[in-house]
Every structure is written in C-alpha cells, then in structure tokens.
C-alpha cells in the first residue's frame, strides 16, 4: 500500500503544480526551458506512475475488502467507459467538435474511469488509487476552467471529419482495451 501511495503522490503531485504552483510552475520553464521542463515532469511522471501501478498491484495480493459491489455494476461500467475513451482520443485529435465542447475532454475522461471503477472494485487499495485519480482530476478540471475563462482561446476551427475519426478511433480503443488489453494487463476479463 505505501508505494501505492508514494507513486500516487509523485504522479498527481506532478499533475497538480498547475493547480496549486502555476506561477512556480511558469517560473521553472522561464528558467529552464519548455523542453528542460516537459523532459524533467514527464520523467517524474513515468516513475511515479510505475510506482504507483507496482504498488497497486501488490495491494491485490493481500486484499482488505471494504465491501462487495453487485456483479451488474460491472456493465455500468463497460457502458460508461465507451464515451470516456471517446473523451480521451478527443483531446489529442485535432479539430474534433467534442474537444471544442468540452475544453478538457481527457480530465473528463479520468473522472469517469476512477468513478465507474469505485463502482466495482470495493478493496481498500482500489478505493484509494481510483479516488485518487477521481479527486485529482475533479481539482484539475476545476483549475483548468478557470485558466479558460481567465484566458479565453479563439473559438476552435472543427470539422466533420475529425470529429467522426474521434469517435472512431475512441470506439476501436475502447474495444481493443475490453476485449483484449483489459484482461491480459490488468487480469480482469471486462466481459465474461
């Protein structure tokens, strides 16, 4: 459980500077160098996230169950999870209407994976990295609206097409990650 925390501590406090050190963060690059700086937090980002995976894998070794969540939550979440990896290709595609909607589809995205997965997993270590995850990404959003509103962008250019390769490649994502990925990574079969 302690490098389960540790790692979550690393990965979202890398994530949050821009909640709660934005001018740090702004003054760190002026000095630095925008490269220096995305080279150094993507680092500190990779270790801490395999840390955090490693930690969260060794608190399914020895489970402390809080309670047992109904079988048919289990397709909640296999339906909740389809728009969340739309949401997730969606702020990386350029162009796609449902970016230009939303402003910060991949936080949005987070929200609904850590939720949907409180909803099944009811051990003690998967309460704490999903919340986690739920938590952070709720204070990101939150401080991301307001960097928006505080410097509005110029209203984004969509199409059709992008918007449609979105969805595509969201569904395609989401059905290689269920039906494949999903159980051979994490060892939980999403359907069956």
Do not use: C
Request: hydrophobic share 60%.
């Amino acid at each position: 459980m302690t490098l389960m925390i540790l790692g979550l501590l690393i990965f979202l406090g890398g994530h949050s500077v821009r909640i709660f050190a934005e001018s740090w963060r702004q003054q760190q690059i002026a000095n630095r160098g925008q490269s220096t700086w995305k080279l150094a937090y993507s680092v500190v980002a990779l270790i801490g996230l395999a840390i955090a995976i490693y930690g969260y894998g060794q608190t399914r070794l020895d489970p402390i169950h809080l309670w047992f969540p109904p079988m048919g939550l289990r397709h909640a979440v296999a339906l909740l999870m389809l728009p969340a990896f739309i949401m997730l290709v969606a702020a990386y595609v350029p162009g796609n209407a449902i970016k230009a909607k939303l402003g910060h589809p991949m936080m949005l995205a987070v929200k609904i994976w850590a939720f949907s997965h409180l909803l099944v997993n009811g051990r003690l270590g998967d309460v704490l990295f999903f919340a986690a995850f739920l938590v952070w990404a709720i204070l990101a959003f939150k401080a991301a609206k307001q960097r928006s509103r505080q410097q509005p962008a110029a209203p984004a250019t969509t199409s059709l097409a992008a918007t449609l390769a979105t969805v595509a490649i969201g569904v395609v994502a989401y059905a290689l990650f269920a039906f494949y990925l999903h159980p051979v990574l994490i060892g939980v079969p999403v359907f069956g």
